[in-house]
C-alpha cells in the first residue's frame, strides 16, 4: 500500500482485503455513523476520524496532523496480512465461501474499556438499540469534542454513579453490568492491560468477576478490544451455524485464525440468503 499525507488528511492507495462499510457495519463496533456523503465518522479517546472509499483509494480525515500513523493505521489493522489469513483459512470449504463473502473484514484494535463496556451493552439486543445505548452514554457521561461528537466515559467516571444516575441510557438491566465493571476497573482490582496479557482460560476468568458477563461477552472483549484472536465469541448465529455447517466438527484451521473466522462466518450467515442448508422436512 502507498500512503500519502498532507496535514490532516491521508490517502492510503493499494490496500488490499479492506472493505470499509463490511468492517464498521458487522457487529464489532458500535460507535461509528455513515455519513450522507458515505463517510464514516468515529471517535477513539480524544482524536476523530471521517474515512472514506473510493474505489482503491481510502481516505483518512484526521482531528490532528499525524493522527493517521499516532492512531489510525493500528485502529483498522492495516499492517496485517488477511490475504495471508484468508488463504490458509481457504483449505476448509465453508470458510472459503464465508472469507469470500466478506473479503474486506478486519478486526479493528479498539479501546479495551469501551468494547467491554459495549459488549455488556449489547447483550439480548440488537446493533441499532445497542448505538443507541452507547451514543447516550457518551452523551451524558462523556467529554464533548470539537467535532460535535464525545469521548466515551472512563470508569473513574461511571464507578461513582448510582443505578438511578444510568436511567437516562435506557439500558434496562445492563446498567448495574456496566457500574459493576467500573468499579472493578477503576479500583484497579480489573487491571485490563494486565488481563490482556494472560493466557485466555486466566483471562476470561478474569472479565467474568464482572457482575453480569460471561463466556460470550468475555470472548467478545478480549477479540474486539485486546485483539486476542484466539477468541472465538459464539451468540446464537455462530452456534446455529456451526452446528448446521460442521455437524462433524469445527476443522482446526479455524480455530488457528479464531477471531477473523468467527467475524467471516458472522457477517456470511447473517447476510447471505443461501448461507446455511435448507432444514430437511
Given at each position: 500500500m502507498h500512503v500519502e499525507t498532507r496535514g490532516c488528511v491521508t490517502r492510503v492507495r493499494g490496500l488490499e482485503d479492506f472493505c470499509?462499510?463490511?468492517?464498521?457495519?458487522?457487529?464489532?463496533?458500535?460507535?461509528?455513523?455513515r455519513g450522507a456523503?458515505?463517510?464514516?465518522?468515529?471517535?477513539?479517546?480524544?482524536?476523530?476520524a471521517t474515512v472514506y472509499q473510493r474505489q482503491d483509494v481510502v481516505e483518512f480525515r484526521c482531528s490532528a496532523p499525524g493522527d493517521f500513523e499516532a492512531l489510525w493505521r493500528h485502529y483498522f489493522d492495516l499492517d496485517t496480512d488477511y490475504g495471508a489469513i484468508k488463504r490458509a483459512l481457504s483449505g476448509d470449504?465453508?470458510?472459503?465461501?464465508?472469507?469470500g463473502f466478506a473479503a474486506g473484514m478486519r478486526i479493528l484494535r479498539q479501546d479495551a474499556w469501551e468494547a467491554l463496556c459495549s459488549f455488556i451493552l449489547s447483550q439480548n439486543n440488537n446493533i441499532p438499540r445497542i448505538k443507541g445505548i452507547?451514543?447516550?452514554?457518551c452523551e451524558q457521561f462523556g467529554e464533548p469534542l470539537a467535532c460535535g461528537l464525545h469521548t466515551f466515559p472512563g470508569p473513574e467516571v461511571l464507578a461513582p454513579l448510582a443505578i438511578?444516575?444510568?436511567?437516562?441510557?435506557?439500558?434496562g438491566f445492563r446498567a448495574k453490568y456496566i457500574r459493576s465493571a467500573a468499579q472493578l476497573v477503576a479500583s484497579?482490582?480489573?487491571?485490563?492491560?494486565?488481563?490482556?496479557?494472560?493466557?485466555?482460560?486466566?483471562?476470561?476468568?478474569?472479565?467474568?468477576?464482572i457482575h453480569g458477563v460471561g463466556p460470550k461477552v468475555a470472548e467478545c472483549a478480549l477479540l474486539y478490544g485486546m485483539y486476542r484472536m484466539e477468541a472465538f465469541p459464539e451468540d446464537v448465529w455462530i452456534k446455529r451455524a456451526v452446528g448446521a455447517l460442521y455437524p462433524a466438527g469445527v476443522p482446526e484451521v479455524v480455530y488457528t485464525y479464531a477471531g477473523i473466522a468467527q467475524q467471516?462466518?458472522?457477517?456470511?450467515?447473517?447476510?447471505?440468503?443461501?448461507?446455511?442448508?435448507?432444514?430437511?422436512?
Open positions: 470499509l462499510d463490511e468492517i464498521l457495519d458487522c457487529g464489532q463496533c458500535f460507535r461509528w455513523e456523503d458515505g463517510g464514516w465518522t468515529g471517535v477513539v479517546g480524544v482524536s476523530w470449504g465453508v470458510m472459503r465461501k464465508a472469507a452507547v451514543a447516550r452514554l438511578e444516575d444510568l436511567a437516562g441510557l435506557r439500558s484497579g482490582t480489573l487491571d485490563l492491560d494486565q488481563v490482556r496479557a494472560l493466557p485466555m482460560d486466566e483471562a476470561r476468568k478474569a472479565l467474568m468477576q467471516y462466518l458472522f457477517h456470511y450467515i447473517r447476510c447471505c440468503p443461501d448461507a446455511l442448508p435448507v432444514p430437511a422436512r
